[in-house]
């Protein structure tokens, strides 16, 4: 049988090998047309069963990625999504109560309703995989697995195992999958079609948990178990905010996987949450992570060495960090003393990423120490990393130009001087970028890609690219006064002060940020950023603290009370861990959240109405992956259009009133009234 996606031959030994090749995409995915055709493929092998079916991948990018995410926003309400829900899961029971024994060739990534499709199979066999391929992410929209997961992933691994599975949404290596039984066996390319006949002929048992694991899922025990897996969730979402994973632990906890109650409780679950504003814009933000990774043309330009001048904090984890993705890197500064430090944090790096001795060893010889700055003349791109000072960078690039060669780029890692004022001196300006990196850089997602008006689209294309080829989120903006994310954090953070000058507790001000949804509250981000560059940066974008605060955090940077880096700022940090005191200070105002919050999102209208970004949703984008802004909220120009632009513009004039013009609605709002 041949359809438009799926391709069934069954071979001589009367096994059917269905194979699964989409013809409309890169990667497979489970959308209705797929799962349509799939529904009547199956009606031939439950009418004449044959020896044996194997599902395999026509893809050589993996076996199937999940479900087709753009349908989802076509769901409107959760009576639909339980009639998409439900059939999804009868499919898989139809293909787990075949007559006949069933195998899964995972050939690559597996993933969501792919992994529901394996593990609806008796059998999985997976070729061998050092990345992590095999998970069940659908936390990370705000879901939970939807297609019968929530069962089987208990039913073949076990509580601990499949819980963690799903409650992380992080994926786990073949070898993992084969220890905690969720592959049956390894292959290679040579050998797992013989594999799959194999498993076929032997009709063993599936695999079942571990009897410990048998164990915890009786009715008596899960009750204690579930105070344990709330408290590991908790420690990373709020349920008001992130629900998914709340709700995986209630169905488990009322079901127990069973096979009789269990498929419909998740198809009712599922449905809802679809339907929920977290999951509407965890999607959102989805579609966002690839609209940043669409930036840009193909370039033929491929950087492949980076010399990076700076081996401070920020310039020596930027090599390190390259090194890491494969790249060659050279790494200079003043003296061999100042580039220690840095080397020792590298291979600190290194040693927690990368298991495998031989390829330790090769990336270790990736980065070197570079005194005297030779890399440069061999390097695709040269990345300055440098203190904060005008005449110390361009007296920088003048070296720099005599060195580099011919169709190399030059980048600065400025994160408030703009462009325009560096690169006056330079004799090819137009090849000269910002590439803004965020600390701690090993973590954070967003590198800011700034501009000018002449920049060429050969060399952005060239920037996006590598960006992308380190593992991270490219945001094109334009050079102005801390381009995006610093812009819209100096406001939160002013605002955060002016808080601490009113007596408010400083763990009372945190807890506020993070009731909204922010990662960090913005007293321990000061901290983390450092008291010294979140006092430069304030200088620069005109948010200068002033009054005692003022006084005060300057007080503290003269001590070299800087913050997690020295130790000591607002908070003591030990081990790089905050140590807070919720005791002292007064409780936070009615209005810290919107004086907090709305003076980032009056910050993004600025940027928005001043075209440093494109458009509304890049804008989003970068706020969400640059500043941690609650992911769950779409963004703060989401926000503001979910909450009302109105409602939103009247609060500002509100706040304006009772504490100053700062937080006067920015002129842009009225473009975003007419657009609503």
Not at 54 to 75: C, H, L, N, Q, R
Not at 366 to 377: E, H, I, K, P
Not at 445 to 467: G, N, Y
Not at 559 to 581: A, H, M
Request: aromatic share 6%; hydrophobic share 45%.
């Amino acid at each position: 049988m041949t359809s438009k996606h799926w391709t069934t031959e069954t071979d001589d030994g009367g096994i059917t090998w269905v194979r699964l090749d989409k013809t409309d995409g890169n990667a497979n995915v489970l959308s209705s047309e797929v799962m349509l055709e799939l529904d009547a493929l199956l009606k031939p092998l439950e009418e004449n069963p044959p020896q044996g079916v194997v599902f395999y991948s026509g893809k050589t990018s993996g076996f199937i990625m999940g479900a087709d995410i753009t349908e989802f926003t076509s769901v409107t309400t959760p009576e639909r999504a339980y009639e998409v829900t439900r059939l999804g899961q009868q499919l898989f029971d139809r293909i787990e109560a075949l007559h006949c024994p069933t195998v899964s060739a995972i050939n690559g990534f597996c993933l969501g309703g792919g992994l529901e499709l394996a593990m609806s199979t008796d059998y999985r066999v997976a070729l061998a995989n050092e990345k992590a391929i095999l998970g069940l992410p659908e936390v990370q929209l705000g879901l939970h697995p939807g297609f019968g997961g929530t069962v089987r992933a208990i039913q073949i691994c076990g509580v601990r195992p499949g819980m963690q599975l799903m409650l992380t949404g992080a994926p786990v290596t073949v070898d993992k999958g084969l220890r905690i039984g969720l592959i049956d066996r390894v292959a290679s390319e040579q050998n797992w079609q013989q594999l799959c006949r194999e498993l076929i002929a032997a009709r063993r048992p599936k695999h079942r948990p571990p009897l410990l694991e048998r164990i915890l899922n009786l009715r008596l025990v899960r009750p204690f178990i579930k105070p344990m897996l709330v408290k590991q969730v908790a420690q990373k979402a709020r349920r008001s905010h992130y629900p998914a994973p709340y709700a995986m632990i209630d169905l488990w906890v009322k079901h127990g996987a069973a096979t009789a109650t269990g498929y419909e409780a998740e198809a009712r679950s599922f449905s809802n949450l679809m339907c929920t504003a977290t999951s509407r814009n965890l999607v959102r933000v989805f579609f966002l992570q690839n609209r940043l990774k669409s930036q840009g043309n193909k370039s033929g330009t491929r950087i492949a060495t980076v010399h990076v001048v700076g081996a401070g904090v920020m310039g020596g984890d930027i090599a390190a960090w390259c090194a890491l993705r494969g790249l060659q890197v050279s790494l200079q500064d003043r003296a061999a003393e100042f580039i220690e430090p840095a080397m020792t944090r590298a291979a600190a790096l290194f040693a927690k990423r990368v298991r495998d001795p031989a390829e330790l060893a090769a990336t270790t010889a990736r980065l070197r120490a570079d005194v005297n700055g030779s890399g440069m003349a061999d390097a695709d791109l040269i990345i300055e990393a440098i203190y904060e000072n005008l005449e110390a960078k361009k007296k920088l690039y003048a070296t720099v130009e005599e060195k580099m060669k011919t169709g190399a780029i030059l980048a600065t890692n400025t994160s408030s001087i703009r462009l325009q004022e560096l690169r006056t001196d330079l004799r090819q300006p137009q090849r000269f970028i910002g590439l803004h990196f965020f600390n701690p850089v090993a973590q954070l997602p967003l590198v800011e890609v700034v501009r000018c008006d002449d920049s060429t689209q050969e060399v952005l294309d060239a920037a996006f690219a590598f960006v992308k080829a380190i593992g991270k989120f490219p945001l094109e903006c334009a050079s102005a006064p801390g381009f995006v994310v610093n812009r819209i954090l100096a406001p939160y953070m002013a605002e955060a002060m002016r808080l601490v000058g009113a007596g408010v507790s400083l763990a009372a001000i945190d807890e506020v940020a993070v009731s909204f949804g922010m990662p960090v509250g913005p007293i321990e981000l000061v901290d983390s950023v450092g008291l010294d560059v979140v006092l430069h940066v304030s200088k620069v974008l005109g948010t200068k603290m002033e009054g005692p605060v003022g006084e005060q955090v300057s007080a503290m940077v003269a001590r070299g009370e800087l913050g997690r880096k020295s130790g000591r700022g607002f908070y003591t940090w030990r081990d790089g861990k905050v140590q807070k005191d919720s005791t002292s200070g007064s409780a936070p105002p009615p209005d810290a959240e919107d004086r907090l919050v709305l003076s980032m999102v009056n910050e993004a209208v600025a940027c928005l109405a001043e075209k440093v970004v494109s458009d509304a949703d890049l804008l989003d984008a970068g706020v969400i992956f640059g500043t941690g802004f609650a992911p769950f909220r779409g963004g703060p120009i989401n926000y503001a259009r979910e909450r009302g632009i109105d409602a939103v513009v009247a609060r500002l004039r509100q706040l304006a009133a009772a504490h100053g013009q700062h937080f006067a609605p920015h002129p842009g709002w009225s473009e975003l009234q007419a657009g609503d």
